[in-house]
Each structure stands twice: as structure tokens, then as C-alpha cells.
């Protein structure tokens, strides 16, 4: 559920910023990246699978760390069968 409600806040949030504050945002998300070594492995893993949404892009440009793990954690669940593409 955590996804879902990002994915209602994220435009909101986007809407609402001004200029300044996103770049703000952005000095900060720079900072995050550089913290956790540019690593991105999941959300990348998530694009060449063909299974990324690119509506999450914005939750990448905000929380950039916290989408990686949050697609770590769903990543096998989206590669292998486990559930019918129906119930994902």
C-alpha cells in the first residue's frame, strides 16, 4: 500500500512546488545518491524486466534510496511467477 499512496501524494506534491523548492529537493536528492553510492540496482533490474512504471520516476527523483529498496523487496515477486501478472 505504501507504493499506492506515494504514487496519489507524489503529483500532488509536484503540482503544488515551486521552482525553487525542486531544486532544493534536487540539491538534496543529489546529496541522498551520493550517500548510497548512486545505487540503484532494483529500479534498474525493475526497467529491464519491462515491468517499471513510469509514473514512479517522481518517486525516484524524491526518495531515491526508499524506491530502490522498495523495489528490491518487490523485485522477485515481478520476475519470477509467483502470482499471476493479474494479482500483482
Not at 503540482?15 to 529500479?43: F, H, I, P
Not at 533490474?45 to 524524491?62: H, P, R
Request: hydrophobic share 45%.
Amino acid at each position: 500500500m505504501s507504493i499506492h499512496s506515494c504514487m496519489f501524494g507524489v503529483p500532488i506534491l509536484l503540482e503544488e512546488a515551486s521552482v525553487g523548492s525542486l531544486e532544493d529537493t534536487g540539491e538534496r536528492r543529489a546529496n541522498r545518491l551520493r550517500k548510497a553510492g548512486d545505487a540503484m540496482a532494483a529500479v534498474e533490474k525493475m526497467k529491464a524486466i519491462g515491468q517499471w512504471n513510469e509514473e514512479w520516476d517522481s518517486l525516484v527523483f524524491f526518495a531515491p534510496v526508499w524506491t530502490d529498496e522498495y523495489m528490491a523487496t518487490c523485485l522477485e515477486l515481478y520476475a519470477g511467477s509467483v502470482f499471476p501478472r493479474k494479482e500483482l
